[in-house]
């Protein structure tokens, strides 16, 4: 969780000035105490067209005669179509693209769109965003965060139980699906998933934007006719990608491929204590375009996994 910490300072050169706005760390305060028999309700809200009591009142609307509005099918796919459309057209030039939306992903998005002067489009691979945060180590529900990154989770809302040098979140999809609900919300903001980033655009050795395609597409180059890719030009890339596999790392091993870069010497052991401070220490940019953040920095640096 050590993305949640993580600061994109270095973006500050290449988009419109940033306004004051708040910070991620300035949370709310959660009680605290030793005493096991002690625990956080969540945080509840209720949308205020909805009328639904603790009782278990029966709702305004007749359930026995309930029925949907009619709708034509083919609004539905114009509808659809039309948002998705307009959607590519928007962000084919944007301010930043960032790449993988786990924890870093998002949680860098969620920061950068806060001024409302910047597009961020978001690229998934995976037709669920998240990465691996929906669960803890081990495929567990809950979610360990080390102070003191659970301000983070004081902005978004996130209850926990808190204990001394860290906070526990009872399943990790709170944090995972909270996050998403407020990013995604913002105007400035749209998340492209089920989309694959094939490759990057360079000019004049800068990072200038990504090749996408769809996933499914991507993942079968070898089974049907050729389809050509699409893109996204962007004045910063964000390359949040996770540790290395079939889908991972996939910003810094192009990087090398095209020699914009040395090497990739891979991370190293597990080192909970040196692995998040690294991460947050070493986030920058990488190559021009282009900055690395989340596990795919203990990729390039040979950090320690987490």
């Known amino acids: 969780m050590a993305a949640m910490a993580t600061f994109t300072s270095s973006l500050s050169s290449k988009l419109p000035t940033i306004q004051d706005h708040s910070s991620s760390f300035h949370g709310i305060p959660f009680p605290s105490s030793s005493s096991s028999s002690v625990r956080l309700l969540p945080v509840k809200a ?11 009142a029966s709702p305004k609307y007749d359930i ?4 949907f509005d009619p709708i034509k099918e083919s609004i539905v796919s114009r509808e659809m179509t039309r948002r998705y459309m307009m959607d590519m057209i928007t962000y084919a030039d944007t301010d930043v ?11 860098c998005a969620y920061e950068l769109s806060k001024n409302p002067n910047v597009r961020v489009a978001i690229v998934e691979q995976s037709v669920s965003p998240g990465g691996g945060a929906w669960l803890g180590g ?12 659970h301000l983070f989770l004081d902005e978004l809302g996130v209850p926990y139980d808190e204990q ?20 995604l919300a913002r105007p400035n903001v749209k998340l492209f998933n089920a989309v694959a980033a094939e490759d990057l655009i360079v000019k004049g050795g800068r990072v200038a934007g990504v090749v996408t395609n769809w996933a499914l597409v991507s993942m079968n180059h070898d089974t049907q006719s050729c389809m050509d890719p699409n893109v996204m030009e962007a004045k910063v890339v964000v390359s949040s990608c996770g540790h290395d596999g079939p889908f991972g790392a996939t910003g810094v091993k192009r990087l090398k491929d095209i020699k914009m870069i040395d090497e ?43």
Not at 46 to 56: E, Y
Not at 64 to 67: A, D, G, I, L
Not at 98 to 106: C, I, M
Not at 138 to 149: C, D, I, T
């Open 97 to 107: 693209v960032v790449v993988g939306a786990g924890s870093a992903g998002l949680s």
């Open 46 to 56: 209720t949308p205020s067209h909805l009328s639904i009591s603790a009782s278990g």
């Open 164 to 183: 001394d040098n860290y906070v526990v979140i009872k399943h990790a999809a709170l944090f995972t699906s909270t996050i998403m609900s407020k990013l």
């Open 264 to 306: 990739v010497p891979g991370m190293k052991a597990l080192d909970m204590n040196a692995a998040e401070d690294a991460i947050v220490r070493l986030t920058r940019e990488v190559v021009p375009g282009m900055i690395v953040t989340g596990m795919e920095v203990a990729e390039i640096d040979g950090a320690p996994r987490m």
């Open 64 to 67: 026995n005669s309930f029925t």
């Open 138 to 149: 081990q495929l567990f529900s809950a979610m360990v965060v080390r102070k003191p990154a």
